[in-house]
């Protein structure tokens, strides 16, 4: 399977007609998709300096073929109601923006506000991402 992993800010706005697949990816801040506050925040905490550009930004102005399935992850500290969810967000954004409701979300633990993921999560993502290419054109889910 061809695939390109690409940082918000390098992402094309409108998407290719032929794309199978759509994976959006971000940490959870403030129980939702980072805004430009709280991209801010993490980076005085220490985390990596923020892109002026994040993905609900993004998907506001990004034109997504049709055909394309979509999938959201996140990262979460904790996994209940109150931790909230990113990619719940998104799929919540992508409905409200794009008019899509099949929307695959799933979150992953970390240990720490500034990651790594907790044990037993890096199967997880495998395990997950083996799911999302299940059906695709020309894949199996080895």
Do not use: Y
């Not at 609900?56 to 990262?75: C, F, G, M, N, V």
């Amino acid at each position: 399977m061809s695939t390109r992993v690409l940082e918000v800010p390098d992402a094309p706005r409108t998407l290719p007609e032929d794309l199978d697949l759509l994976v959006l990816a971000a940490p959870t801040h403030n129980r939702r998709l980072p805004s430009a506050v709280s991209r801010a925040q993490a980076a005085k905490r220490g985390a990596p300096t923020p892109p002026s550009t994040g993905i609900r930004e993004w998907l506001d102005a990004a034109t997504i073929p049709p055909a394309a399935r979509l999938a959201a992850a996140d990262t979460v500290t904790g996994r209940s109601w109150l931790s909230g969810s990113a990619a719940k967000d998104a799929a919540k954004r992508l409905h409200r923006v794009h008019g899509r409701v099949d929307v695959a979300c799933h979150s992953f633990l970390v240990s720490s506000f500034q990651g790594p993921l907790a044990d037993g999560e890096q199967a997880a993502v495998r395990a997950w991402g083996r799911t999302l290419v299940q059906g695709l054109p020309g894949q199996d889910a080895r």
